[in-house]
């Protein structure tokens, strides 16, 4: 009786009594599903192009920061100051590193792999992660590293609103990191909507055969997708970075981005914002409110428990495509 | 010409079934089974017996695990490691709450408490498959990792949050705890992985592996024919956690001989997946291939550096250049990276040049013995 009290009635209590409390909870949530999202987004691209599920995506994201950082200091020891002139030249040569590495995983790893199975071109992207891996400890080393967020405009420091009897403080970069993944979200979607080459993005995705055959150059697609999958990295490294250090760890959190996009389906942009709401959102209030009733530390393992009965229910997600199969 | 069928009649269909049908093929294996289990303990080091030969056996029992869900059934699983922890931690239950029964029975056990486990997160995989399932999985490796750490009745309350092994024996010979020889922790490894593929190979060739490799090759065709999708992805799940299991309790009794939670974590599950990937998906050589060149490769790259360094030191003699230092040298840190890369590139590489991996090699190696000296 006191474990069903403590499990369906008390979180509800608290919630109601501590309102503020309970908003400051909801905020950290819709902000950390946001970040989710963010790294989802990259995935469903480059998903929604070329039918591969990048695995890779994750250490692209710490890559991209790290890559940004190191330029940075780079620029600085070699006399161009320290200021935001510097960032934002770091911010174009990372750019152009991501073009590089998009151009090479396309020569190098896709080309010679096409019209292999899906389960192949996965497991490529496994291969890749541990590279990148690799390359970027060799290059950078493995210490967390401090992200240039002041040099590139972004805020700091938090907004207090006085709700609720209470006090609900916002960061302002959890502001601005929800602003950027609106625009990139909305701009995406253009893309694949309106433009040529979204259209032809999505032809490559249907059919690798098919698309050939209609004059679509699958070399240059899948540059550019991967491109477009690198500066999506790189969004959500900066943001990321500038909420707390850029370390290889958060490859690991990258991880969270696959319940995210079960939930929002694998083909869907705005899917996979809204799963990474969800998924945020019911991380922290899980982890806030049932956590201790279990031993904290639940947030490692909620997201992907709720996905799973998520499945269960939908398989192909919130706005996925319905899965028709035949022999 | 070295490796052909020429002159050998088969008069029983057991003798046409049967799985090496060749004589050098019986050959050879009896003499593999002969290194292992006498000349290796007899002549190896403790060495390379503790830090090599066991951990690819239980690596390659692990990836037979990960072969029979994977290779043979088609369900991607991301969760292997915390299946092995099952194992592992229920072996350690089992050893403190019955002490007076053998290591060897608890061992064995422990496999089926992993397979309850994994029919447990195989439930999703009517519905979902691909990649979805991949996430499905996925959920059971941080659950179990999670519980490994947190749920300190585990580990029956250590402060340490660690697993000691206790000391146990076979025939009164110590196999497990600090003092165990790593010889005779080898040969029961040896045992363990011996039988289970011989049971795995029987498994596979026969009724069950086929209604496997039906399900895997197209599911809705298998089911118009009358295999039971449910039952067949859920023995598969059954099957693939018990190996599992069994590896994971001999990681920790037999090799390892102490675990925490971080033995069973996410990078485990992806190395066993890549041994399976680099071995050949579907093939039970294959499998010890894939451990054998991973776990492998590593080693012959740590031993490397001081080779490379000591090159590099000779050059720089050579080149006479005594007043500047030495601003090039490996360490240790630079190797660990270097070998991420490798693996990585490696994984492309094979993925490319030869998607079914070293098994395929194998096969090709066979057949130009076959008919050496002739190209074709």
């Given amino acids: 009786m006191d474990l069903l009290y403590s499990i369906f009635i008390d979180p509800f209590v608290q919630m109601v009594q501590v309102p503020d409390l309970f908003v400051q909870t909801l905020w950290e949530g819709l902000v950390s599903g946001v970040l989710y999202a963010l790294i989802a987004l990259g995935f469903v691209l480059i998903f929604k192009a070329s039918g591969v599920f990048n695995f890779a995506q994750g250490i692209m994201v710490v890559f991209a920061a790290l890559t ?30 991501m073009y590089a590495v998009a151009f090479g995983v396309e020569r190098l790893m896709l080309r010679p792999l096409v019209n292999q199975p899906d389960i192949i071109l996965f497991m490529a992207t496994f291969g890749l992660t541990y590279f990148l891996i690799g390359l970027g400890e060799i290059v950078f080393g493995g210490e967390p590293k401090i992200m240039i967020a002041e040099q590139l405009y ?73 491109f477009a999958a690198g500066i999506v990295a790189l969004a959500t490294g900066i943001m990321w970075g500038a909420r707390s250090n850029v370390s290889f760890a958060l490859q690991i959190i990258a991880l969270k981005a696959l319940p995210v996009l079960i939930l929002g389906g694998f083909t869907s942009i705005p899917g996979a914002i809204v799963g990474g709401v969800i998924i945020g959102v019911g991380e922290k209030i899980g982890e806030f409110y049932w956590g201790p009733l279990l031993g904290s530390g639940i947030e490692s393992w909620l997201a992907y428990v709720i996905a799973l009965v998520f499945l269960l229910f939908r398989p192909q997600g919130l706005f996925g495509e319905r899965i028709i199969e035949r022999i | 010409m070295f490796y052909r069928e020429a002159g050998q009649y088969k008069s029983s269909y057991e003798a046409d079934a049967a799985v090496f049908p060749l004589r050098q093929d019986r050959i050879a294996i009896a003499a593999i089974l002969l290194v292992a289990f006498v ?44 299946f092995m922890g099952v194992g592992g931690y229920a072996c350690y239950k089992l050893t403190s709450a019955f002490p007076g029964i053998n290591i060897v029975v608890h061992i064995a056990l422990s496999g089926f408490f992993a397979a309850g486990i994994g029919v447990l997160f195989g439930l999703p995989s009517l519905r979902i498959k691909g990649f979805y399932l991949a996430v499905a999985t996925l959920a059971a490796q941080f659950f179990l990792s999670w ?105 920790v009794f037999l090799w390892l001989g102490a675990s925490e939670a971080d033995s ?53 003699g050579l080149l006479y250049l005594p007043g500047r230092p030495i601003v090039w040298v490996i360490n240790s840190a630079t190797v660990e990276h270097l070998q991420f890369m490798f693996v990585g590139a490696l994984i492309i590489f094979f993925l490319i040049v030869e998607p079914h991996g070293l098994a395929r090699l194998w096969q090709i190696a066979k057949q130009k013995l076959r008919v050496w000296p002739f190209p074709y």
């Fill in chain 2, 39 to 82: 000349v290796l303990p007899l002549t190896a080091s403790d060495f390379v017996l503790s830090s090599v030969m066991i951990p690819i056996l239980v690596f390659s029992l692990a990836a037979i695990a990960l072969n029979i869900l994977t290779g043979y059934t088609g369900l991607i699983s991301l969760g292997t490691a915390g």
């Fill in chain 1, 154 to 226: 972004l805020p700091k420091g938090s907004i207090d609103f006085k709700i609720l009897g209470g006090l609900v403080s916002l960061q302002k970069i959890d502001i601005a990191a929800a602003v950027i993944a609106s625009v990139m979200v909305a701009t995406l979607a253009v893309f694949f909507q309106k433009t040529r080459i979204g259209r032809a993005l999505r032809a490559v995705a249907d059919s690798h055969k098919a698309a050939l055959s209609v004059g679509i150059s699958l070399e240059q697609i899948w540059v550019i997708v991967w």
């Fill in chain 1, 68 to 97: 940004l950082i190191g330029l940075y200091t780079l620029l600085g020891r070699w006399g161009l100051g320290s200021g935001h002139f510097a960032a934002f030249v770091a911010l174009a040569l990372t750019i152009a590193v």
């Fill in chain 2, 264 to 316: 069973f974590n996410i990078n485990q599950s992806f190395l066993i997946l890549f041994m399976v990937i680099i071995g050949g998906l579907g093939s039970l050589v294959g499998s010890f291939f894939g451990a054998t060149f991973i776990w492998g490769f590593p080693i012959l790259l740590r031993v490397l550096p001081d080779y490379v360094n000591a090159l590099i030191a000779n050059i720089h």
């Fill in chain 2, 147 to 251: 519980c490994f750490i947190r749920v300190a009745w585990l580990y029956n309350y250590n402060v340490s949050g660690a697993i000691e092994v206790p000391t146990r024996t076979l025939f009164g010979v110590t196999i497990t705890g600090p003092t165990a020889s790593p010889q005779a922790r080898y040969l029961v490894v040896l045992c363990f992985v011996v039988v289970m593929t011989w049971l795995a190979s029987n498994l596979v060739h026969g009724r069950i592996g086929r209604m496997w490799m039906a399900v895997r090759d197209m599911d809705i065709a298998a089911e118009l024919i009358g295999i039971k999708l449910y039952q067949t992805k859920l023995l598969a799940f059954a099957v693939s956690s018990f190996y599992c299991g069994v590896a994971g309790a001999l990681m």
